[in-house]
């Protein structure tokens, strides 16, 4: 790898792939899609207790990855706030994806509770991972609110769809060369994942696309090495895109026939 | 008294959070409790008393994205 990573809330992580751990077909491949991949960071959840609860937490304990629970589906800043408190004790770790949803069809953020929760949480030592959008205005409220990594959305959850919005992603990026980044959310193939690392984010987040693949493990590999490569692609400093065709055989010399 | 836990209503002899969740077999169970929408810490739980018409939501570890 090439050039400093960022660090997230004074974390390198080994690998930029955080993957989610929801919608696998069993435990097992849950599993060995970490394992094949490598992943850093394991998104995880709370809720009701069915009695499953304890069992999945061993499993996680022992993937040794960093845990980073989520307040998904939390509608409202107050639902959010009292979920990423009960989260810090459940987990014991003061990381939170922070997930404020306004819209139901889209599971957009909601930029006035993310950042009305951002702002209490991060006063009480969280270390806030907002889920957002590519919106700087709200992107510097955030980092005001003291929110030190951005999430910004690759596209709509679980959609599949890639970088919805590269120019606002782009500009995003360049506005906040210091901030670390996570891409969360739309990604759907490998390609996306390089992308977006070749663009200079920092980690891509992930969960359907893997969990739903035919072959889970193979595609968290194939995730994890898109990935690599698009960071070291990055680092390497990728040439400028241009209209017209510039021939890389050398002119001079060439026969006169 | 009856209380809501999880959405389910319950009648219990507890008088406090801690002995509501012993009485309902999480005891030593790893979870987070919230009473009435609010965060209560596990170190809350063995002073904070119940009342009737309480809501308690007992959380565990789950799959997330």
């Known amino acids: 790898m090439t050039g400093h990573p960022r660090a997230f809330y004074g974390v390198t992580l080994d690998s930029p792939l955080m993957l989610g751990t929801a919608q696998y077909p069993s435990p097992a491949v849950l599993q060995a899609a970490f394992q094949a991949s490598g992943a850093s960071v394991a998104t995880v959840s709370l809720r009701r207790e069915g009695g499953q609860g304890q069992a999945f937490w061993q499993m996680i304990r022992a993937l040794g990855v960093h845990v980073l629970p989520n307040t998904a589906g939390c ?114 193939l490998p390609s996306h994942a390089a992308q977006a690392m070749e663009m200079g984010f920092d980690a891509v987040l992930l969960n359907t696309a893997v969990a739903q693949a035919g072959d889970p493990a193979a595609m968290a590999r194939a995730f994890a090495l898109a990935a690599q490569a698009g960071q070291i692609a990055h680092g390497a400093d990728p040439m400028d895109p241009r209209d017209m065709a510039a021939p890389s055989t050398p002119v001079l010399g060439k026969a006169w026939l | 008294m009856k209380i809501e836990v999880n959405g389910d209503t319950h009648t219990l002899a507890a008088t406090t959070v801690a002995e509501a969740l012993t009485e309902l077999g999480w005891g030593n169970a790893r979870v987070a409790t919230a009473l009435n929408g609010d965060f209560l810490p596990a170190a809350a739980r063995a002073t904070t008393p119940l009342t009737d018409g309480d809501r308690l939501e007992v959380l565990a570890p789950m799959q997330g994205g």
Not at chain 1, 86 to 92: G, I, K, P, T, V
Not at chain 1, 140 to 158: S, Y
């Open chain 1, 75 to 188: 509608h409202s800043a107050r639902e959010a706030i009292t979920t990423a408190r009960m989260a810090r004790e459940l987990f014991e770790t003061d990381w939170i994806k922070l997930e404020v949803i306004g819209h139901a069809d889209t599971l957009q953020p909601d930029p006035f509770g993310l950042l009305e929760a951002a702002q209490v949480l991060a006063a009480e030592g969280f270390a806030v991972f907002p889920y957002t959008t590519e919106d700087q205005v709200l992107a510097q409220r955030l980092v005001d609110a003291g929110c030190q990594v951005l999430m910004p959305w690759g596209a709509p959850i679980g959609s599949g769809l890639g970088l919805n919005n590269r120019y606002g992603l782009k500009t995003l990026r360049a506005a906040f060369p210091d901030i670390p980044m996570v891409i969360d959310a739309g990604l759907g």
